[in-house]
């Protein structure tokens, strides 16, 4: 007996109708549940997947040709379905638009979608420069106070009428006392600042914790030390130290972990190949903790996590460590190609690749594997060839030289030549390697205009250059 759709449903056909989307069109998925966007895009997801992920979301109406409703348009649903989904692509969200990351962020917020608040939070975070107003509004919205403090000094150019549509009241009105003070600053009223401190306690630290992990016996995390509560799966770090671990929590999260369901003895544990650092990060985001705090994680501790995050696929950590280790492209470019090749983010190999060119071909060799490693040959040989094939520009013969003359000009040129082949320049650092050779040249008309025609053409030479991916085809 066919079933009749309901009257706000349109009835079916061999292939989603134009308002359906087509990336979540899960309508054969058991208990599979639908609902609508604000601009009536209709999405049919698993509801197994939906209630594991977003612990908020509204729940089933019973029938899949009964569609409830959802407030937010379909782009911020495309975006929040599909951290639901586990799409490893999602968490690129690096180029969309504040506007849609706000959307975004305030629906992952609603719906308790944990790894979508977290990808938010890192993303709303590197906006603080770009978009001051509007990532404050969503710290102060979402109880971010480091974000708040980190964006606030780039607000005070900001019209108050601007900033005042976008916080809220409470926040306004601190702003604008904070907007006062620096104006108090800027006019000399304020004369202190406040004195830093530091202490070699550092070194004790390291030396108790040195000696503490020379004892035999385990010691347990102070953040995960209840073995009495029901359903606790025992891990034992590298270092000797012990993690009880919810099972229920550790199944939902990490999708490749070693048996949870294992029968243990009373004392049995189950040890791990990853240190106390690396594992205590990983079950912060095992338990949703929405303040974990990468920024300031030392960038082996980073890369540690990162490693366990894949190996255990802990789809939250794995969206928080992409993010994290492609800020580091510039600072780790080594490490941080061979993580994009071992996880497949192209994206990441292409941005950190130029800044790769001035390291040793054997520190190279150690991190990458083989096929990345003759394609960063290829690369690194097509760099030079292109940057040898750029002349170094020569004194341009004219009189009232204002820089001194042909000697003054050669010298500096010189320098800089060697400066070029020594930096081993990108498109990054083409401006602060020329900025002094232009600056002393700004009282000449000739060789400024000589000196900029020389760095044209290097930035049309490194434009020119492939991206490192196309060389593993090759």
Same mark, same amino acid.
């Given at each position: 007996m066919s079933r009749t759709p309901s009257p706000d449903f349109p009835s079916r056909t061999p292939s989603p109708n134009p308002d359906t989307s087509k990336r979540f069109w899960d309508e054969d998925a058991p208990g599979a549940v639908a609902f609508h966007s604000s601009n009536y895009t209709?999405?049919?997801?698993?509801?197994?997947?939906?209630?594991?992920?977003?612990?908020?979301?509204?729940?089933?109406?019973?029938?899949?040709?009964?569609?409830?409703?959802?407030?937010?348009?379909?782009?911020?649903?495309?975006?929040l379905f599909a951290f639901v989904y586990r799409d490893k692509d999602a968490c690129q969200l690096e180029d969309v638009e504040i506007?849609?990351?706000?959307?975004?962020?305030?629906?992952?917020?609603?719906?308790?979608?944990y790894s979508a608040v977290i990808a938010c939070r890192f993303n709303m975070r %590197?906006? @603080?420069? %770009?978009?001051?107003?509007?990532?404050?509004?969503?710290? *102060?919205?979402?109880? @971010?106070?480091?974000?708040?403090?980190?964006?606030?000094?780039?607000?005070?150019?900001?019209?108050?009428?601007? =900033?005042?549509? =976008?916080?809220?009241? *409470?926040?306004?009105?601190?702003?604008?006392?904070?907007?006062?003070?620096?104006?108090?600053?800027?006019?000399?009223?304020?004369?202190?600042c406040p004195n830093h401190y530091t202490s070699s306690s550092s070194d004790a630290s390291f030396t108790a914790l040195f000696i503490q992990r020379l004892g035999a016996q385990? &010691?347990? /995390?102070?953040?995960?030390?209840? %073995?009495?509560?029901?359903?606790?799966?025992?891990?034992? /770090?590298?270092?000797? =130290?012990?993690?009880?671990?919810? &099972?229920?929590?550790?199944?939902?999260?990490?999708?490749?972990?070693?048996? /949870? &369901?294992?029968?243990?003895?009373?004392?049995?544990?189950?040890?791990l190949e990853e240190d106390e650092e690396t594992l205590h990060l990983l079950f912060a985001f095992v338990y949703r903790d929405q303040h974990v705090r990468l920024e300031d994680v030392a960038f082996d501790i980073l890369a540690r996590l990162a490693e366990a995050a894949e190996k255990y696929q802990v789809y939250c950590a794995m969206v928080a460590c992409r993010f994290h280790m492609r800020v580091q492209h510039q600072a780790h470019p080594a490490e941080v190609m061979a993580y994009a090749a071992k996880h497949s983010h192209d994206?990441?190999?292409?941005?950190?690749?130029?800044?790769?060119?001035?390291l040793p071909y054997n520190r190279v060799h150690a991190l990458l594997p083989p096929a990345h490693y003759i394609a960063w040959t290829l690369y690194d040989d097509e760099y030079r060839n292109i940057i040898d094939k750029v002349e170094a520009t020569t004194f341009p013969p004219h009189g009232g030289c204002g820089i001194g003359g042909s000697a003054t000009f050669v010298s500096y040129a010189n320098a800089l030549q060697i400066n070029i082949l020594k930096e081993r320049i990108n498109a990054s650092t083409l401006d602060a390697v020329f900025?002094?050779?232009?600056?002393?040249?700004?009282?000449?008309?000739?060789?400024c205009r000589t000196v900029q025609s020389w760095k044209n053409d290097l930035s049309a030479a490194l434009v020119a250059l492939p991206l490192f991916t196309t060389y593993l085809t090759k």
């Open positions: 209709v999405y049919y997801l698993d509801s197994a997947k939906l209630y594991t992920e977003a612990k908020a979301f509204p729940p089933p109406s019973g029938s899949i040709f009964s569609i409830k409703s959802l407030p937010e348009h379909s782009d911020t649903l495309d975006l506007s849609l990351l706000a959307r975004l962020a305030d629906a992952a917020a609603e719906y308790q979608v %590197a906006q @603080h420069k %770009a978009h001051p107003a509007e990532v404050m509004a969503y710290a *102060a919205k979402h109880g @971010h106070d480091d974000i708040l403090n980190l964006a606030a000094p780039f607000s005070r150019e900001l019209p108050f009428d601007h =900033v005042h549509a =976008v916080l809220p009241s *409470a926040y306004f009105l601190a702003w604008a006392k904070y907007h006062d003070a620096y104006r108090n600053v800027v006019n000399g009223i304020a004369t202190t385990p &010691r347990t /995390s102070p953040r995960f030390s209840d %073995a009495s509560a029901p359903g606790v799966v025992p891990f034992v /770090s590298s270092d000797n =130290v012990v993690f009880f671990i919810d &099972r229920v929590k550790l199944e939902r999260e990490a999708d490749a972990f070693p048996p /949870s &369901r294992a029968t243990l003895a009373s004392n049995e544990t189950i040890t994206d990441i190999l292409d941005l950190a690749a130029p800044f790769s060119l001035d900025e002094n050779f232009l600056k002393a040249t700004t009282t000449c008309y000739y060789c």
